[in-house]
């Protein structure tokens, strides 16, 4: 069978992308820790998740990027709490993306995970991106994917292509999506927080509720609020 890296967070837009190759492609799953708050909880997701869905799972410590950061995902900085009628401010979302980004993060991953993908000769890799996030986060955006697939026709000896089927999916068309590929969505996490149940409050929880809520598909996560 065909192999793919997925780039694997436990949240769900990864597991959702990720589901929708199951059946063509052997699974070849990574976690990165970073040193941030939900790495125990995002962690556990995966391993559910893989465990479901048999796939393989591998986690990639990077320190250094801990160890760089500013962001409230992996220092003592507080994460900003939204309301519901945040979501679609743009410029408070755009505040709460400024709070939360890490330097670099996905384009560190994809380029780890094209090593990976080079390795056992893996002919796509997966990721979660979406048109939701793009906005107000470059490196999940269209133009993002595309200048990355360049860069690795350009840089690699192999013909891999980094495949991101919900790049032009909002977070309610990814439920959809996830509910008609039978992804494995009610193990998936969100939380920037790292509590045991999702916070509910924190943007990516908030996001991911009203996901559910609006296409009208039964959420089987549990929120503190």
């Not at 991106?129 to 360049?150: C, G, I, Q, V």
């Not at 980094?162 to 309610?172: F, G, Q, T």
Request: hydrophobic share 35%.
């Amino acid at each position: 069978m065909k192999k793919a890296i997925s780039v694997l967070s436990g949240g769900l837009d990864c597991t959702v992308a990720t589901s929708t190759f199951a059946k063509d492609y052997e699974i070849h799953a990574i976690t990165f820790n970073y040193g941030q708050k939900s790495f125990k909880r995002e962690l556990k997701a995966s391993r559910e998740i893989c465990d479901k869905m048999n796939w393989t799972h591998e986690v990639i410590d990077l320190p250094w990027l801990s160890k760089i950061s500013t962001s409230s995902l992996n220092t003592s900085e507080e994460i900003p709490e939204v309301s519901s009628n945040d979501l679609d401010d743009i410029e408070k979302s755009m505040k709460t993306a400024s709070s939360v980004w890490v330097p670099a993060r996905n384009t560190v991953f994809t380029s780890i995970a094209l090593s990976y993908a080079e390795s056992i000769g893996a002919e796509i890799i997966i990721v979660g991106w979406d048109a939701e996030e793009a906005a107000t986060f470059p490196d999940n955006s269209k133009e993002f994917l595309e200048n990355f697939n360049k860069l690795i026709e350009a840089g690699s000896p192999d013909n891999i292509k980094i495949e991101a089927p919900a790049i032009d999916l909002n977070k309610e068309e990814i439920v959809k999506l996830g509910a008609d590929v039978g992804a494995p969505m009610e193990l998936s996490y969100s939380c920037y927080k790292g509590t045991e149940k999702h916070c509910g409050v924190c943007e990516s929880c908030m996001r991911r509720k009203r996901a559910f809520e609006k296409a009208k598909i039964k959420d089987l996560s549990e929120y503190e609020i």
